[in-house]
């Protein structure tokens, strides 16, 4: 039978524990082991005693991340069957994985005490008393349990009929299968660690190296931060392209977000590893580091100049995905899934925080449902992109009039953030000249009079008005206006 058809079979034959047995096994082969769990509970409750369905459970616990549960299955049925040398090499392999290694070293000796000829109990005892021994070295899981000579798993269980054989025999006292490591391999319930390189690497060195790199991301972010603050932001800008808005206006936002993500992000990769099954595996340390480390990943990233903004955005999941990985050592698959979930949900974050402050900055409320479409349209269908300009030339020095309206953008946040307007006046020669600008025709917005061959300057106005612009030389000498928004300006 396939394993569809076994399944079915089960569900109509709930108590055809031979078939349940057999499917509990292939579900274990095909790394369903949440659901083998299940079939295998049902075995040991209901079924007669049998040491396999026992070790099976224990190994897709494991296999699950419950620790605890697989060496609590292997202890009871310890109990019951005292004199089962696979019970008790399964039973330390586990320990020796989560790092109970003083516990692992006892279940080891006792092993060599019922079986004295085991073929490699005493040298595991030996291995843990010299591992132990290493004052410098901390009571982790160690290198040793991924070399091929310390496999502790036994290589008695038939891979025809499931037979548990006692001892070293080359042939099953049941039904005579060689019991070769090769013929029993599919079969096994095996702990064997599946790790990349860097497991080797104790927990100690890479919380210290996680560390090391989340005090540096955050010491740059703070060093940038600062710096922007205390220069640039301090001097005189006007935002005439969604570049200047992100990088002067949306300053404020940027920094609480920034910080916000710091914390949020951890809590994020905690509920993410509940997600995907990982809730007891993952020490709670390295979870805070590796949410710093990306989340200060990502603020550096929005430092990036604009040629290189793009290449940020696209380093950042490729980052979360390394570090998880690398951090974490789990199969590519739950990577994956924990890295998608992790990016997607501070996203979801950076959206409702920015969109938060921003409100409160602009004392309204903002939809980012509406907000940032329409956001995107604007620029999107944009034939000349900001900034748009107006000249207003007098070759001959009369005076000129000029009635300017500018365009909405669709966007209510936009309109409030690009309300800045940069004027420039360039004169042939010194001479006093007027500027003046009226919203409509009489109410005076900027009346300027001055002496000089050029001058600059920014106003505030708004997408509800008409304004009429007014410049004059006293000595009708020729001049050049330049009128700059990201507005689309519209002459009358």
Known sequence: MNLLDLLDYVEKNPKDYEKRWKLAKKLYQNKDYSLAVEHLNILVNEWEPHVNVNRFLSAALYRLGKYEESIDVLKKSIERWNNEP?????????????????????????????????????????????????????KTPFSFTLTSDFDLLPESICKRCGTENQGYIDRCWKCGEPLSLESTQP??????????????????IITLILGLVAISFLSINIFISL????????????????????????????????????????????????????????????????????????????????PLFLWGLILVPIFSFLVILGTFATSLLKTLNLCLFQIFMLFISTVIIFTAVESHNLK??????????????????????????????????????????????????????????????????????IFEI??????????????????????SINTDDIFTFKISTEHNIPFYVQIQSLFILSPQ
């Open 86 to 138: 696979g019970l008790y090499e399964q039973l330390g392999r586990v320990l020796i994985t989560i790092g109970k290694i003083e516990e692992a070293q006892k279940i080891y000796e006792k092993l060599a005490e019922i079986y004295p000829d085991h073929k490699w109990a005493q040298t595991a005892v030996t291995r843990i008393q010299s591992f132990l021994s290493k004052k410098h070295v901390r």
């Open 187 to 204: 079969e096994l319930p095996s702990t064997e660690i599946q790790l990349n390189p860097i497991i080797l690497l104790t927990p100690e």
């Open 227 to 306: 710096k922007f603050f205390l220069g640039d932001y301090q001097s005189t800008h006007i935002s005439l392209t969604f570049w200047d808005i992100y990088r002067y206006e949306l300053f404020p936002a940027r920094f609480i977000t920034s910080m916000l993500l710091l914390i949020i992000s951890p809590i994020l990769i905690k509920f993410g590893l509940n997600i995907i099954g990982l809730r007891e595996k993952i020490p709670f340390n390295l979870i805070i580091l590796t949410g710093l480390i990306i989340a200060s990943f990502i603020s550096l990233a929005s430092w990036l100049p604009k």
């Open 364 to 433: 309204t409320v903002l939809n980012p449902f509406t907000e940032i479409p329409a956001v995107v349209h604007f620029f999107l269908t944009q034939t000349i992109q900001p900034p748009h300009e107006i000249v207003i030339k007098s070759p001959d020095g009369s005076p000129q009039t000029k009635q300017i309206s500018f365009e909405k953008t669709g966007s209510y946040w936009l309109d409030k953030r690009a309300n800045k307007i940069a004027l420039y006046i360039y004169l042939d020669n010194n001479d006093t000249f």
């Open 438 to 459: 009226n919203k409509g025709e009489t109410k005076p917005i900027i009346y300027y009079k001055n002496f000089s061959d050029k001058w600059h300057f920014s106003c």
